[in-house]
């Protein structure tokens, strides 16, 4: 049985850990504010009250937390408890700079190091339909696979050195599309309403046609039903903007899409909508919400 100890148990590790529990795995569970955690004790998880004790058994560490800065506290926190050959499948969505420093801190403990941020929101990661984008080497894979499985439907293997962070670079591309969609839904209901018409009616000439999805379909279902049941909050979306142009403008390149999405969540934030779920960007097209 594979022994798993997952760091972080906010809106992605809480909908993760029960289909790690589900599958089998041996699971311990940390998060900075207990309480937070405490509830996947009905799905099988044990609840360490330290990140260190967490990982004192585990095979396989995991970190889904919020940056990068949070994953390297918590797993400088834990050196004394880390052993030699554990792999730590690092998940949560980091600067791409900051990957190389994760990296070696994880050789300087003898860990095996996998960058395998995931693509996928909190419904993907209920369903177990996460796809998981990963650099890391041959070794790690037989042991990570029913991880990797229990909680994603795909994994794209991209590198063999994590320290590369190609998985990072990949998520921060295929974020900056949901991030860049969601806006322009926003946007374009917003328009609608205030051009005196129902935002429904927007709806009605998407659905069906060449322009839908299903992505697009939750986020004017939210709309439409002033539901904003995070999924992943502006708060989030407007933290992954910023880590997108910041990798953009290192490699000398114009995201004018993102740059104005993380003007419209900044927005929001300000607005009051900031734990919100991202579709909450509708909201900053409005002078006051």
């Keep these: 049985m594979t022994t798993v100890a997952l760091l972080g148990t906010g809106i992605m590790g809480a909908a993760m850990a029960p289909n790690l529990a589900r599958a089998g795995i041996d699971l311990t569970v940390w998060n900075r504010t207990r309480s937070r955690a405490e509830p996947l004790a009905a799905h099988g998880a044990s609840i360490s009250d330290t990140p260190a004790e967490a990982v004192a058994d585990a095979d396989v560490i995991i970190t889904m937390l919020t940056e990068g800065e949070a994953v390297r506290a918590a797993m400088e926190a834990v050196g004394p408890a880390l052993r030699p050959g554990q792999v730590w499948a690092q998940m949560s969505t980091v600067a791409a700079e900051a990957v190389a420093p994760l990296a070696k ?3 300087e403990h003898g860990l095996i190091f996998v960058d395998a941020p995931v693509q996928g929101t909190r419904q993907p990661a209920e369903q177990g339909a996460l796809v998981i984008l990963a650099a890391g080497p041959e070794a790690a894979r037989p042991q990570l696979a029913p991880v990797f499985d229990a909680v994603g439907k795909k994994t794209v293997w991209l590198d063999e050195d994590g320290a590369s962070g190609a998985g990072t670079r990949l998520k921060l591309a295929a974020v900056a599309y949901g991030i860049s969609l969601t806006s322009i839904l926003a946007e374009s209901l917003a328009l609608t309403k205030a051009l005196g018409l129902d935002p429904a009616l927007f709806g009605e000439v998407i659905t069906g046609g060449p322009l839908d999805s299903p992505y697009l379909q939750a986020k ?3 709309v439409l039903a002033d539901d904003f049941t995070p999924s992943f909050t502006v708060r989030n979306a407007e933290k992954d903007t910023r880590l997108i142009t910041e990798a953009a403008a290192s490699a000398n390149v114009r995201l004018d899409m993102a740059e104005a999405a993380r003007d419209r969540f900044r927005r ?5 909508h900031g734990d ?4 909450a960007t509708y909201y900053a097209s409005f002078a006051a919400s």
Excluded: H, T, Y
Excluded at 268 to 272: D, E, F, H, M, P
Excluded at 276 to 279: F, G, H, I, K
């Design 105 to 107: 801190l994880a050789d």
């Design 220 to 222: 004017l279902g939210a």
């Design 268 to 272: 929001a934030i300000a607005q009051g």
């Design 276 to 279: 919100l779920d991202m579709a």
